[in-house]
């Protein structure tokens, strides 16, 4: 009994920290891995789930629903053609209108703006980055989409030619709602997060390749272009990737003035459907199983069309983080 | 002479240019700004966060949208900070370097950036079809969905700031893996974990696409998990979409409402990481 001071053989008892494998430690282990595999299990879910939901479609319909632009849930008869394709346009539409402005604001704010102003500018369109698209929606319904139609759509309409192509180009309904305006907005929406990631990409190029260059007596437009630009080559497509990948999939700034016609869009003023705002308007009140198969697989594509843009864009990114 | 010109010239035309893009860009975003407080603002009173939302034509306010959003959001947060954290502490910590970890990592930044449609349609079909009924449960489950890539992305980063002497300190002192990593490092990491939760926040909180066929929406003000409940996106969609003037009115103001939330979530989190790097 008065022996217990005396050392023994045995093992002292596990402090409530010691190492080794304790019990504790193999749960937290465990929980870590778990959640761990639940990521990759929600994903595989979402991937599954779209599949199982889309495969009435995919069977009675086949390649046809990649094809038809025939959406007429009265017949049953669904093709995917008008909502892919208006995906598509707006999407890369968005990008062109974005693209140069970002880079813009990126290199002004990087090379030329002086530091005092360049930081609050910088955390602004960072803070912008993070407003809810529905909120972009509904400036580009109730402000945009009157404003576009009586001072952009109606006088060129008034003013096109019947029969020319301007007239081809500019004919729809003038009421601002048309895959021009949506890919604007899209376009506004997808501006400061690219601008703020261009940023973060040109703040990390080593500043003695910037001296070199201008101590070789390059002006700042040739260090940008010949040593900036191409130093962050991969990076930059990487970010127009992600980009792209924001804007095929966005649902609420679209939804609100994409003017949601299934046909295919045949003008700049047209209106038009993108996969998402389809879900988003006819999904919740779909008529019969046929329908939400086909919403469902209208899904799947635009998660297939997203994912393989996002694998581009983090393989061209390697392992930074945005 | 002719050359050391031109290239003048097309130096100033390219800084003009870049100039003017940060201009446009700048405009676009003060003028959406700038409607959504003007058409806003009017209509903020204390009805709006007492009563419910009304029919046409008679008063109300958005109580039921502003409880239906805390009420999923702080779900969804609940969620995806338990998720979000251990599985950012075993890529930071225990399994990033082996090839599932850069599955598991590659896969988070897909789900991080997934059009968030689909994750309501994947929520859907996983607890709307089988239990026969729109819920707060499966809006809340949505907004997880959404957060937790956020969350797991931030805490992976912030973890692998921490300095590795901290972990062979507590080591040292034979302290267990799972105890440095919970006593010592996330504390050490506080502050950053805290800003990811809030990023995450911030996001789901003006999230409309995943609610709309999981919570669905709720005229009347409900807390009961299991039944369809409104929140402030959704209501904002449907108020905007509608064809009566004084809906539209309260669309605004929730839209404002949100943007101000989002706005001081993002700055609350920044100035944490800013504080916390400086200490």
Request: net charge neutral; hydrophobic share 55%.
């Given at each position: 009994m008065?022996?217990?001071?005396?050392?023994?053989?045995?093992?002292p008892?596990?402090s409530?920290?010691a190492?080794?494998?304790?019990?504790?430690?193999?749960i937290?282990?465990?929980?870590?891995l778990?959640?761990?595999?639940?990521?990759?299990a929600?994903?595989s879910?979402?991937v599954?789930?779209?599949?199982?939901?889309?495969?009435p479609?995919?069977?009675?319909?086949?390649?046809?629903?990649?094809?038809?632009?025939?959406?007429?849930?009265?017949?049953?008869?669904?093709g995917?053609?008008?909502?892919?394709?208006?995906?598509?346009?707006?999407a890369?539409?968005?990008?062109?209108?974005?693209?140069?402005l970002?880079?813009?604001?990126?290199?002004?704010?990087v090379?030329?703006?002086?530091?005092?102003?360049?930081?609050p500018?910088?955390?602004?369109v960072e803070?912008?980055?993070?407003?809810?698209?529905?909120?972009?929606?509904?400036?580009?319904?109730?402000?945009?989409a009157p404003?576009?139609?009586?001072?952009?759509?109606l006088?060129?309409i008034?003013?096109?030619?019947?029969?020319s192509?301007?007239?081809k180009?500019?004919?729809?309904?003038?009421?601002g709602?048309?895959?021009f305006?949506a890919?604007?907005?899209?376009?506004?929406m997808i501006l400061?997060?690219?601008?703020?990631?261009?940023?973060e990409?040109?703040?990390t190029?080593?500043?003695q390749?910037?001296e070199?260059?201008y101590?070789?007596?390059?002006?700042?437009f040739?260090?940008?272009?010949?040593?900036?630009?191409?130093?962050?080559?991969?990076?930059?497509v990487?970010?127009?990737m992600?980009?792209?990948?924001?804007?095929l999939g966005e649902?609420?700034?679209?939804?609100?003035?994409?003017g949601?016609?299934?046909?295919?869009?045949?003008?700049?003023f047209?209106?038009?459907s993108?996969?998402?705002?389809?879900?988003?308007?006819?999904?919740?009140?779909a008529?019969s199983?046929?329908h939400?198969?086909?919403?469902?697989?209208l899904?799947?594509?635009?998660?297939?069309?997203?994912?393989?843009?996002l694998?581009i864009?983090r393989?061209?990114?390697?392992?930074q983080?945005? | 002479?002719?050359?050391?010109?031109?290239?003048r010239?097309?130096?100033?035309?390219?800084?003009?240019?870049?100039a003017?893009?940060?201009?446009?860009?700048?405009?676009?975003?003060?003028?959406i700004l700038?409607?959504?407080?003007?058409k806003g603002?009017g209509?903020?009173d204390?009805?709006?966060?007492?009563?419910t939302?009304p029919?046409?034509?008679?008063e109300?306010?958005?109580?039921?949208?502003?409880m239906?959003?805390l009420?999923?959001?702080?779900?969804?947060?609940?969620?995806?900070?338990v998720?979000?954290?251990?599985?950012?502490?075993?890529?930071?910590?225990?399994?990033?370097?082996?090839?599932?970890?850069?599955v598991?990592?590659?896969?988070?930044?897909v789900?991080l950036?997934?059009p968030?449609i689909?994750?309501?349609?994947f929520?859907?079909e996983?607890?709307?079809r089988?239990?026969?009924?729109?819920?707060?449960w499966?809006g809340?489950?949505?907004l997880?969905i959404?957060?937790?890539?956020i969350v797991t992305?931030t805490?992976?980063?912030i973890?692998?700031?921490?300095?590795?002497?901290?972990r062979?300190?507590g080591?040292?002192?034979g302290?267990a893996?799972?105890f440095?990593?919970?006593?010592?490092?996330?504390?050490?990491?506080?502050?950053g974990?805290?800003?990811?939760?809030?990023l995450g926040?911030?996001?789901?909180?003006?999230e409309t696409?995943?609610?709309?066929?999981?919570?669905?929406?709720?005229?009347?003000?409900s807390?009961?998990?299991?039944?369809?409940m409104?929140?402030?996106?959704?209501?904002i969609?449907?108020?905007?979409?509608s064809?009566?003037?004084?809906w539209?009115?309260?669309?605004w103001v929730?839209a404002?409402?949100?943007?101000?939330?989002?706005l001081?979530?993002n700055?609350?989190?920044?100035?944490?990481?800013?504080?916390a790097?400086?200490?």
């Amino acid at each position: 009994m008065a022996s217990a001071a005396l050392p023994t053989d045995e093992p002292p008892a596990a402090s409530r920290f010691a190492a080794g494998k304790s019990m504790g430690e193999t749960i937290f282990h465990a929980a870590c891995l778990a959640s761990a595999t639940l990521l990759l299990a929600t994903l595989s879910g979402v991937v599954i789930s779209l599949a199982i939901g889309g495969w009435p479609a995919f069977q009675q319909f086949g390649f046809g629903f990649l094809t038809s632009s025939e959406w007429n849930p009265v017949t049953e008869v669904y093709g995917a053609a008008g909502p892919i394709v208006g995906t598509l346009v707006t999407a890369f539409m968005s990008l062109v209108i974005a693209l140069p402005l970002a880079l813009g604001v990126a290199v002004f704010l990087v090379e030329f703006c002086p530091r005092s102003i360049s930081r609050p500018i910088a955390i602004a369109v960072e803070l912008l980055a993070g407003i809810p698209s529905i909120v972009y929606g509904m400036w580009g319904l109730f402000v945009l989409a009157p404003w576009f139609a009586e001072h952009v759509q109606l006088p060129l309409i008034m003013e096109a030619e019947p029969g020319s192509w301007q007239d081809k180009l500019f004919a729809g309904v003038p009421n601002g709602a048309n895959i021009f305006t949506a890919s604007l907005i899209l376009a506004v929406m997808i501006l400061p997060y690219m601008a703020a990631v261009f940023r973060e990409l040109f703040l990390t190029i080593p500043p003695q390749l910037r001296e070199a260059a201008y101590g070789l007596g390059c002006t700042p437009f040739e260090v940008i272009r010949s040593v900036v630009i191409p130093y962050v080559k991969r990076g930059i497509v990487g970010v127009v990737m992600l980009g792209l990948g924001r804007a095929l999939g966005e649902t609420m700034a679209v939804t609100f003035i994409i003017g949601n016609a299934h046909t295919f869009p045949d003008s700049l003023f047209a209106s038009g459907s993108t996969i998402a705002s389809t879900i988003a308007n006819e999904f919740a009140e779909a008529t019969s199983d046929m329908h939400s198969a086909a919403l469902v697989a209208l899904g799947l594509v635009l998660f297939l069309i997203t994912f393989g843009v996002l694998a581009i864009a983090r393989a061209l990114l390697g392992g930074q983080k945005y | 002479m002719d050359r050391t010109l031109y290239r003048r010239i097309s130096n100033i035309v390219f800084v003009v240019l870049t100039a003017a893009a940060t201009l446009v860009a700048l405009t676009a975003l003060v003028l959406i700004l700038w409607s959504l407080v003007s058409k806003g603002i009017g209509g903020i009173d204390s009805k709006i966060f007492t009563m419910t939302q009304p029919a046409p034509g008679s008063e109300g306010g958005l109580s039921n949208a502003i409880m239906g959003s805390l009420i999923m959001c702080g779900l969804g947060m609940a969620m995806a900070l338990v998720v979000g954290i251990l599985a950012g502490t075993w890529l930071s910590e225990y399994g990033g370097n082996t090839p599932y970890g850069h599955v598991v990592r590659f896969l988070n930044d897909v789900l991080l950036s997934a059009p968030s449609i689909l994750i309501g349609l994947f929520v859907y079909e996983l607890l709307v079809r089988p239990f026969h009924g729109f819920s707060a449960w499966a809006g809340g489950v949505a907004l997880a969905i959404i957060a937790t890539p956020i969350v797991t992305r931030t805490t992976e980063d912030i973890l692998n700031l921490q300095p590795s002497a901290l972990r062979e300190a507590g080591m040292a002192l034979g302290a267990a893996r799972s105890f440095v990593i919970r006593k010592i490092i996330w504390k050490a990491a506080r502050a950053g974990l805290v800003t990811g939760g809030l990023l995450g926040f911030a996001r789901i909180s003006g999230e409309t696409a995943p609610l709309l066929f999981t919570a669905l929406g709720n005229q009347f003000f409900s807390t009961s998990l299991t039944q369809p409940m409104a929140s402030l996106p959704t209501t904002i969609f449907q108020f905007a979409l509608s064809a009566y003037e004084d809906w539209q009115r309260l669309a605004w103001v929730g839209a404002l409402l949100i943007a101000i939330a989002v706005l001081s979530i993002n700055i609350i989190g920044r100035i944490i990481a800013r504080e916390a790097r400086r200490s």
